[in-house]
């Protein structure tokens, strides 16, 4: 169904957006390791008011198991303003919950009980095989004209990866998104600058490079990917490649900025097999063509190694292993999470190359096991790994699993589940843990939790046609 | 052509200038993309001549027919059955995957021709159109050297329609750009296409109330 005026929760412009109110739900992607139990949405309460705050009040069983839920997004969201392909009349409703490991791509309706929302369609992996060529669905972005999946594996093949679209309202596949690929083989992230035609694509591996964890050989043989790919949205055809350097192992999350007249955005690489160290580049047009450059180095850290798992132990450091990074939606504070030493980091980037660290927090790690102050004597595994920030920039949640095989590598003695949320001083920079937001443990029913979505959008889901 | 058919010829142009997905919106994210409102400006043209091409076509078939072929009731089918195969062939796709953002003035041109047959635009006209008086003499009427002069009169409804449409869409255009901001749209941007639907129906309706 149509509404009679646009979705309150679109906004032609990020201006707008970030006078968005705030969030009363999170949405949390769970998984079961072990493939037994169902997957879930889990619904935690993000209301202060609220008395059930900072605990998990709803629950989405999904029906098959070992899908290993990972990202997911909405339908629609404030690009169905874009004046080329206009349909604002359609409901941000829809979650678009994507298998990584099972290729099943599963519709959730949120609207008739926001807190347990309901399968209304399950698209089996066959459809998206057949009729796109893909598998190991991944990335969901709501384009002007269409649902975006990127995949990482091809539909009966290793790759190559790439993008499938979804009908906007019936949810059937359509088909790949490209029309002239050119020598571009892995997938991983992708979003766009709209208002350019252009979309940006990063790199992972195939399917048998991730599905047993990181492998040494290949990362050592700097086999993952290291490029970057920019591509014509309007014509589908891939325009310019750029390297990074193949000691830079997977440039993975890319969050252009949201501003419509900027031409910049910034990309995470979890590694360097030279030093461990993990990096944030920018990427920005410099006479037409594409450049990516070198804005934020963090380094890994010494530790004994005894107190490494058998995976870093001939290395004797603890890599901060940069596996999401986060824009706020007025491009002001960019976070990155260090997933491998606990830490997340905030930056000032309003001036995109020279980045300002303006504030740290350490929760779990390696060896750090950075305990949250809520819950002061339990050391904490994992990190802060997938990050995501309210529209106005205030509030920052993090969830702590990264992907299932490399949580066991990294922490062989269980990652648990926990999420937090963080305070944000938008006017000077700095984060606050809020210490009565603490879901963790049992609460997730012995699953463990990866990305989070905000009713109503947030500063990955939706992009924007005017500035 | 009366005055109360011309008036309701512009007053269906304002009505399509109006609609933000008719061009008024793409005009000014040209504008606010480039910080100019002469790039809004230049876009307005190339938007109401693709609107115009594709209601004078439907308008100029459709008047053309009827000055030729005896029978209103005959050329009412004939135009609806062509125009809703169009539609039927645009809608399929839904949102038209032609959906690029950096257009030169040609494709501008071709988007809002695009825009407006996948929405029907000509096909509003249609109750005006069926019920204007033939520009025929009484000796020539009905026969196939009345089609061009049917045909042209189509044109100058298409005409007089677009001139409102363009008027419309530069004063939304300019307004929004200028002084309200695009924070109306929340509340003003109005499901037209439903809308849209219903008057398409009392269009043909009252076409055929009013030819029968």
Request: charged share 20%; glycine share 10%; aromatic share 10%.
């Amino acid at each position: 169904m149509t509404r009679w005026t646009p979705d309150p929760t679109f906004y032609a412009s990020p201006r707008d957006a970030v006078r968005a109110p705030a969030e009363q739900l999170a949405y949390v992607a769970a998984f079961d390791r072990a493939a037994e139990k169902p997957d879930a949405i889990a619904v935690v309460d993000t209301d202060p008011a609220s008395g059930a705050y900072g605990t998990v009040v709803g629950w989405t069983d999904l029906p098959h198991t070992g899908d290993e839920l990972h990202h997911f997004g909405w339908n629609a969201c404030s690009s169905a303003l874009c004046p080329s392909a206009p349909h604002p009349h359609v409901e941000r409703r829809y979650l678009i919950v994507p298998g990584l490991r099972s290729s099943r791509i599963y519709v959730l309706d949120t609207k008739d009980d926001p807190r347990n929302p309901r399968l209304v369609k399950e698209i089996p992996a066959e459809d998206l095989a057949t009729k796109a060529g893909y598998s190991r669905p991944h990335t969901i972005h709501c384009g002007p004209d269409g649902i975006y999946v990127s995949a990482l594996g091809g539909g009966s093949t290793e790759g190559p990866g790439g993008i499938a679209i979804l009908d906007h309202t019936t949810f059937e596949v359509r088909g790949a998104w490209e029309n002239d690929r050119g020598d571009q083989y892995f997938a991983y992230d992708f979003w766009w600058h709209l208002t350019r035609d252009v979309l940006v694509s990063s790199e992972w591996g195939t399917p048998s490079m991730i599905e047993d964890g990181i492998n040494p050989e290949l990362l050592v043989g700097r086999k993952y990917g290291h490029s970057i790919h920019f591509w014509d949205l309007a014509k589908r055809t891939l325009v310019q490649t750029v390297d990074l350097g193949d000691q830079y192992q997977m440039p993975l999350e890319l969050r252009p900025a949201h501003d419509p007249r900027k031409e910049y955005g910034f990309v995470g690489v979890v590694t360097s097999v030279e030093d461990l160290s993990a990096s944030v580049w920018v990427w920005h047009r410099d006479n037409g063509e594409f450049k990516v450059t070198k804005v934020i180095d963090i380094p890994a850290e010494p530790a004994d190694a005894a107190d490494l798992p058998p995976a870093l132990q001939p290395f004797g450091a603890v890599p901060p292993l940069v596996t999401d990074i986060d824009l706020s939606v007025d491009d002001r504070f960019l976070y990155v999470s260090c997933w491998g030493t606990g830490e997340l980091k905030q930056f000032d980037v309003s001036d995109p190359f020279h980045p300002r660290e303006t504030g740290s927090i350490r929760l779990g790690g390696v060896t750090g096991r950075v305990p949250h102050p809520s819950a002061p004597d339990e050391r904490l595994a994992g990190g802060p790994q997938m990050v995501e920030i309210s529209r106005d920039g205030k509030r920052v949640y993090v969830t702590n699993s990264l992907y299932g095989s490399w949580d066991d590598q990294f922490y062989p003695h269980g990652v648990g589940a926990w999420m937090a949320k963080i305070d944000v001083d938008t006017e000077n920079g700095g984060m606050t843990l809020d210490e009565r937001f603490f879901p963790h443990g049992d609460e997730f029913r012995g699953l463990r939790v990866h990305q989070t979505r905000l009713q109503g959008g947030d500063a990955s889901s939706d992009s924007y046609c005017f500035p | 052509m009366t005055a109360g058919q011309l008036a309701a010829l512009a007053a269906l142009g304002a009505f399509h200038g109006l609609n933000p997905a008719m061009g008024w919106l793409f005009a000014v994210a040209r504008g606010m993309q480039e910080g100019s409102r002469t790039v809004l400006l230049r876009s307005l043209p190339p938007i109401a001549a693709g609107h115009l091409a594709s209601v004078a076509i439907v308008a100029a078939v459709v008047s053309a027919t009827r000055s030729a072929v005896a029978g209103n009731v005959v050329a009412i089918t004939g135009g609806v059955l062509l125009v809703g195969f169009g539609l039927w062939r645009l809608l399929s796709e839904r949102h038209f995957r032609w959906a690029g953002m950096r257009l030169s003035r040609a494709q501008l041109a071709g988007w809002s021709f695009l825009m407006s047959s996948a929405h029907g635009a000509g096909l509003m006209l249609l109750p005006v159109l069926a019920t204007t008086p033939m520009a025929t003499g009484p000796h020539m009427a009905h026969t196939m050297a009345a089609a061009p002069g049917g045909a042209l009169q189509g044109l100058l409804a298409a005409g007089v329609h677009t001139v409102a449409m363009f008027a419309v869409m530069g004063g939304c255009a300019v307004l929004v750009y200028e002084f309200v901001g695009l924070n109306v749209l929340r509340r003003a941007w109005f499901n037209v296409d439903k809308l849209w639907a219903g008057v398409l129906v009392a269009a043909g309706a009252l076409t055929i109330a009013l030819t029968a």
